[in-house]
């Protein structure tokens, strides 16, 4: 804890978050998601190209060497603010970081320059719910190939690869043509979760698998804060729009105070949710301290984006139950996302010790 | 403009012409304040050197390293937080030459009489009267005239009263228009025979505040500070800065209320429960949440960007306060049935954190109310961050004479 973390914004940064907001405006609003996500293709895969082949994002963990951008995880956080204001159907919380983080640990240089292009998508088959730290369901390995079945695997449809922990303890990477990829019906349909089932399917090692799921979900677990964030803001920066405009009783429904209050309230709540959120980006790029601050970065962003969420639709009155309304969208992504990764419960038990809290 | 370097060697100027260790405490702060760097962003001769504040910190470093006596900020803050900031602003520099120097060396302390048993978050319906002493009337048209002010009426709340040499003090000088309109600031010497200064006692036992009563107090003309029926909007800089000083605090991890919990859980296991536990990380990951929104805040203070969470700032602590420390109370269990001590003091320094887990619980109480009620707050972040539509007024262009009471 010798340096402060740095905990705003660079010129950079905003710089890149007013690129990616516009090319949202541009290729995913709110119609055109709640149109995709019944379709037979949830994800928008023509964002994904321009997010990725346009602007490099998919590498910006990666090192030059390996052709990424060689950026840290205050940009990738940055950018998955933006994804989650716009509830992109993007896989780039699972394969531009979860996955990337599993590579880098494990050292696969040639996928990890595939990822960073975005040509190729990843996804690490441990369940969405998985914290990091926590027990994983494996497949088995015999005589070189690998059997199981594997749920709730994020984004999984879209993968050209798939990272599988194997009960020899490593981590094997399998082409997504030799695997049975069966979507779920999903909570979140802007982030669907599928089975991933292997009948003899040959794997690569990578490495160990231990270490690099803790470190991947460790990672998606910091940077899910930063989506949150986003989601958290878009709700309520809408609500309060709305109610503005939205007069009951010769008024703007904003102007009374019951509900003055608790906009302000989630004001500070999304307020609070920026500082760790940012602090768990900038430990993760530093590698300072980063276990406690993604450990309270996610025990505070869940509730804070369900929260809020919760009071978009309540405070939206009947529109917000409407599946023509996005609102929808950013509840159902925010109690996901309360989920995965680990709950914030799940994070708090970790917290006590870290900081040497124990338990009874 | 001044360099950090040049502050560097005006200080180690300072220090070698008035060594630390063989000059006397006041000696030492007067010639710092001499030297400008006492506050370096204020002027020239008035203690700075019309610096960045936050070259501050260097001065404050070189000081520190080398042993030299501080100005106790925390005995004075109303002084250094609330009234220079308001006197360099609205001031005479006749007030300026005469006030600042012993306030900042801490010889004259001061106190803030704005509450009124009457008007607390109302604050601009305040009661308290100043009059012309020669009877006249008190029309803003007559300001130059000279003259005095009698001053009769009640504040509350006022930390420091008992100790204090000066106030800052709004009073209602004309009665016959809206209330924002006839309230005039004033600087009041509290050695006056018609101040009386009573304490205050509170739900600790103790008496950290005081009443003060005024009757016929009488305040030179010299004493005013900005135009008559200007008082709302000279306040307005006193309320900010105090904002601003609340906002600035920098706190390590368990810095604050949650430092002495977290200390009892670890060395008595043998108080911790399931529930307590659940509680407590909750409670210790908000703590910390919390800090860093206070230390993103100072981080963008310093890089000139100051955002609205300062509003938000103590809206946060005040609930946190209050959680943490019941939460400690019921984890002592029968020593939580006792407390360490109801006997009627008046401390000169207060510590949120300071005593034991019943005082604690206690005082934080009044975090939700004092500086601003943490409803009235919660309405200034709808109103003046969000946007949101304001509370309906009733009282903006009745004149205060004829408003309810």
């Not at chain 1, 240089?109 to 190729?120: H, M, Q």
């Not at chain 2, 007559?142 to 100790?163: I, L, P, R």
Request: a negative charge; hydrophobic letters at 40%; one cysteine or more.
């Amino acid at each position: 804890m010798s340096a402060q973390p740095d905990l705003l914004y660079s010129e950079e940064e905003e710089a890149l978050r007013a690129a990616v907001r516009d090319l949202l405006a541009d290729h995913c609003d709110a119609p055109g998601v709640i149109a995709r996500i019944e379709s037979d293709a949830p994800h928008n895969l023509a964002l994904w190209k321009a997010l990725t082949d346009g602007m490099g994002l998919a590498g910006l963990l990666v090192p030059e060497a390996l052709d990424g951008q060689g950026a840290t995880h205050r940009e990738a956080a940055v950018v998955l603010e933006e994804l989650g204001r716009a509830v992109a159907p993007v896989p780039y919380l699972t394969s531009a970081v979860v996955a990337t983080e599993a590579l880098l640990a494990c050292g696969t240089d040639d996928l990890l320059t595939e990822l960073a292009s975005g040509t190729s998508i990843g996804a690490l088959a441990v369940a969405l719910n998985v914290a990091p730290g926590a027990a994983y369901k494996v497949v088995q390995h015999e005589n070189g190939l690998l059997h199981g079945e594997l749920t709730g695997i994020a984004d999984a449809a879209v993968a050209d690869v798939l990272l599988v922990p194997a009960d020899d303890g490593g981590l094997y990477a399998v082409d997504a043509t030799a695997a049975t990829v069966t979507p779920q019906v999903s909570l979140d349909l802007t982030r669907p979760l599928a089975t991933v089932t292997l009948d003899g399917a040959p794997g690569r090692l990578l490495g160990d698998a231990e270490p690099a799921v803790r470190r991947s979900l460790r990672a998606g677990a910091g940077l899910l804060a930063s989506e949150q964030l986003g989601l958290a803001d878009w709700t309520l920066t809408e609500t309060v729009r709305y109610l503005k405009d939205r007069k009951q009783f010769n008024r703007p429904v904003g102007g009374f105070q019951s509900l003055k209050h608790r906009l302000a309230q989630l004001w500070l709540e999304v307020a609070n949710l920026r500082a760790a959120a940012r602090n768990a980006a900038d430990a993760l790029s530093t590698g300072q301290d980063a276990d406690v601050a993604v450990t309270v970065a996610q025990a505070y962003a869940a509730p804070v984006a369900v929260h809020a969420a919760e009071e978009a639709l309540q405070l939206h009155g009947g529109i917000g139950m409407t599946w023509e309304h996005p609102v929808h969208l950013y509840l159902k992504r925010a109690k996901a996302d309360s989920i995965a990764y680990g709950t914030a419960g799940a994070h708090r038990e970790a917290l006590a010790g870290l900081v040497d809290l124990q338990a009874p | 403009m001044t360099s950090a370097e040049e502050l560097r060697r005006r200080t180690q100027d300072l220090l070698a012409a008035h060594p630390p260790a063989s000059t006397d405490r006041l000696d030492f702060l007067r010639a710092r304040f001499d030297a400008g760097l006492a506050w370096v962003h204020y002027p020239e001769g008035l203690g700075g050197l019309g610096a960045p504040r936050s070259l501050q910190a260097v001065v404050d470093a070189e000081l520190e390293a080398a042993g030299a006596p501080d100005n106790d900020p925390r005995r004075i803050g109303i002084g250094l937080g609330m009234a220079a900031p308001t006197i360099l602003k609205y001031g005479t520099e006749e007030q300026k030459q005469r006030l600042l120097r012993p306030l900042w060396v801490g010889e004259e302390v001061w106190c803030q009489l704005f509450s009124e048993p009457g008007a607390g978050s109302d604050l601009a319906a305040l009661r308290t009267r100043a009059v012309r002493e020669d009877g006249g009337t008190s029309r803003s048209s007559e300001a130059e005239s000279g003259g005095g002010w009698v001053v009769n009426g009640q504040k509350v709340w006022t930390s420091s009263a008992h100790v204090a040499r000066w106030a800052i003090l709004i009073a209602r000088t004309d009665p016959d228009v809206p209330k924002h309109r006839g309230i005039t600031y004033f600087l009041c010497d509290m050695t006056d025979p018609g101040v009386e200064v009573r304490p205050l006692r509170q739900i600790t036992g103790e008496a950290e505040f005081n009443e003060v009563f005024l009757t016929d107090v009488r305040i030179p003309d010299s004493r005013r500070l900005g135009e008559v029926g200007d008082g709302w909007r000279v306040a307005q800089t006193t309320l900010n800065n105090e904002r601003v000083a609340i906002g600035g605090m920098r706190l390590p991890r368990e810095g604050g209320m949650i430092g002495p919990v977290s200390k009892t859980w670890r060395e008595r296991p043998e108080l911790r429960t399931h529930d307590l536990h659940q509680r407590l990380l909750k409670l210790w990951g908000e703590a910390e949440v919390a800090r860093l929104t206070g230390e993103r805040l100072r981080q963008q203070l310093v890089a000139g960007q100051p955002g609205p969470e300062g509003a938000g700032m103590k809206l946060a602590f005040a609930r946190l306060n209050q959680e943490i420390s019941g939460l400690e109370v019921e984890l002592l269990g029968e020593e939580g049935l006792l407390y360490d001590d109801w006997t009627m003091r008046r401390p000169e320094l207060v510590d949120f954190t300071g005593r034991e887990a019943g005082y604690r619980y206690l005082r934080s109480k009044g975090n939700s109310i004092e500086g601003g009620t943490s409803e009235v707050l919660l309405n200034i972040v709808a109103e003046r961050v969000l946007g949101l539509p304001s509370e309906p007024r009733t009282d903006k262009d009745v004149a205060w004479k004829d408003l309810a009471r």
